[in-house]
């Protein structure tokens, strides 16, 4: 498990024994965020505009990519999230792209987020091979692999699936996964908020953050994290249980499911790192523990873990 603490990129077991510290230049004004780690041991995270790549034991795989575009004033973009391929060759990145307006008001000109893509990247080519992008017709938040050639993201929209699939590939549009049947019922549009799916290898389950929208998003004990039972078709996906309401969970969780789609993990705010079991007894079996006290972002996988701290 990779996640982040004290503004750098740490490593651990997936109990959260064992921590290692990768990194030490991060800072509050300069953290790092959104660690991925492969199956292979292969980790990659942000840190302002770049993406940094490293081994297991800390060393840098590459150079620092700068990971955001600005080719004119009035245009540029700017990275989020970052999932890497469970083979550790490509990145899925959360972009917003950034344009400008004159706000007479103030007379300045100000940015502003014109859409969310998803773009595909093999970050070892110098410069790094684009394998795929999205396009943005909806906003795609927070990609997370499914297999070789797929991602889920989440969207804010309230006028459509909160849920979908992602295709690598030229210009490709999302494929609605799931619908939350929740509606406010003046305007039939979504009355409740998905963020930050993450679906288990099986493909049998996906977690993901759910809260209501129409309130204050600072009230943080309203969320939870809803497990699903995933359907066939994906849009008749059934809750299986929830972590929550009463807790601390955020906007963007970060829930990262074991190899094996037992044990899941996730980040509450203020308080760090917590783990569950999850079974196919009634409410799933939760019991949810704090595991890495002030820590944030985990990401789980089969890679195995440098014992000992640094």
């Known amino acids: 498990m990779v996640f982040i603490k004290k503004s750098n990129v740490w490593m651990a077991r997936a109990d959260g024994s064992g921590q290692v510290r990768l990194t030490r230049d991060g800072s509050r004004g300069n953290p790092y965020y959104s660690p991925s780690i492969a199956d292979n041991g292969t980790i990659v995270a942000l840190k302002s505009i770049f993406l940094h790549s490293f081994r297991p034991n800390g060393r840098r795989i590459v150079r620092a990519r700068q990971w955001a575009i600005n080719p004119s004033p009035a245009l540029s973009t700017e990275p989020f999230f970052v999932d890497l391929s469970p083979n550790g060759r490509i990145t899925a990145t959360q972009n917003a792209i950034y344009s400008t307006f004159y706000d007479p008001r103030t007379s300045e000109t100000r940015p502003t987020v014109a859409a969310w893509f998803t773009d595909f990247f093999d970050f070892r080519k110098n410069p790094p091979k684009e394998i795929g992008l999205t396009d943005g017709f909806y906003d795609y938040n927070y990609p997370a692999w499914i297999d070789s050639q797929r991602v889920l993201s989440t969207s804010y929209g309230i006028f459509n699936a909160q849920i979908f699939t992602n295709r690598v590939g030229q210009r490709t549009r999302g494929v609605e996964f799931y619908r939350d049947p929740g509606r406010d019922p003046d305007t039939g549009t979504n ?48 809750p299986l249980c929830a972590i929550g309401p009463g807790r601390k969970i955020g906007a963007e969780p970060d829930p990262s499911w074991s190899p094996d789609g037992r044990t899941l993990v996730w980040y509450e705010n203020g308080r760090g790192i917590f783990l569950t079991p999850v079974s196919s007894a009634p409410g799933c079996g939760l019991r949810p523990r704090l595991i890495v006290r002030g820590a944030h972002s985990p990401d789980l996988s089969k890679a195995k873990t440098t014992s000992g701290r640094r």
Do not use: H, K
């Open 191 to 238: 009355s409740y908020i998905l963020a930050d799916a993450e679906m288990t290898r099986a493909r049998n389950r996906f977690a993901v953050m759910r809260r209501p929208l129409r309130v204050d998003t600072a009230n943080l004990s309203v969320a939870t994290i809803q497990i699903y039972s995933t359907g066939n078709p994906s849009t008749a996906s059934e």
